[in-house]
């Protein structure tokens, strides 16, 4: 089946640096990527969905200029998390789309980023 | 308004019971896909099931089933035989346009259901 490996799965920051996550996907091309946020128990909510070779779209409300994401391949999406604070502490997780299923969304195993 | 709306927060059942998990849905695409999910405790997203809303059966995997309802909107969850492995929280998702590639999962709340011996 598809699988999409998403690394680091935890990391812990200071405040004021930038955090890259890597989403790939290993078995299948991916020309759609999404990123979604999610607070303890609560549910994911869409950050953006990147797109291979283009500018990603954001949702109402997140920062473009914080979370950068970078799709440079139909196998890789990348996560900025830039000059980070204490409140971007967060479970971050992909999704990458197999356009060849209806059903064909696969998810990383997720990040857990804290900031200190 | 809300797109998906999971009522139950909360769901407590006994092993090898039956449980129903309620999902309703706000489109007004005639085309569109409703999903769910179980998330453990560790995280990862596991996909259990999907409907499309031009599938005129009820869809079913294993333990699994759809009680899909396209008239009141509604996609519930049901879990058969329920496993102490079953303990998790569960989505429910949808995407509209279905063979759009680009058209994002978007999720419920969740219902968080606690399997008991």
């Known amino acids: 089946g598809a699988v999409v490996s998403q690394h680091p799965s935890r990391v812990i920051c200071k405040s004021g640096t930038s955090v890259k996550i890597e989403c790939r996907s290993l078995?299948?091309?991916?020309?759609?990527m999404f990123w979604y946020r999610q607070f303890p128990k609560q549910s994911l909510m869409l950050m953006a969905t990147s797109n291979e070779g283009s500018k990603a779209t954001y949702e109402q409300g997140v920062e473009k200029d914080k979370f950068l994401i970078n799709h440079a391949s139909l196998t890789l999406s990348t996560l900025t998390v830039t000059s980070a604070h204490p409140e971007d502490s967060s479970f971050y997780i992909c999704?990458?789309?197999?356009?060849?299923?209806?059903?064909?969304?696969?998810f990383g195993s997720g990040t857990r980023l804290t900031v200190v | 308004a809300q797109k998906i709306t999971q009522t139950q927060p909360g769901m407590f059942v006994q092993e090898k019971e039956a449980v129903t998990l309620d999902c309703t849905y706000d489109?007004?695409?005639?085309?569109?896909?409703l999903f769910w999910y179980k998330q453990p405790s560790s995280g990862e997203m596991i996909f259990l099931i999907y409907?499309?809303?031009?599938?005129?059966q009820n869809a079913t995997e294993g333990r699994y089933s759809l009680n899909f309802q396209k008239a009141r909107k509604s996609a519930n969850l049901v879990i058969s035989a329920s496993q102490l492995g079953d303990s998790a929280m569960y989505f429910c998702a949808m995407r509209e346009a279905t063979y759009q590639a680009g058209t994002a999962l978007i999720f419920g709340k969740g219902t968080t259901l606690s399997v008991s011996s």
């Open positions: 409907q499309g809303s031009y599938d005129e």
């Open positions: 999704s990458a789309r197999d356009p060849g299923k209806v059903d064909g969304y696969t």
């Open positions: 489109t007004s695409d005639q085309s569109y896909g």
């Open positions: 078995d299948f091309q991916a020309t759609t």
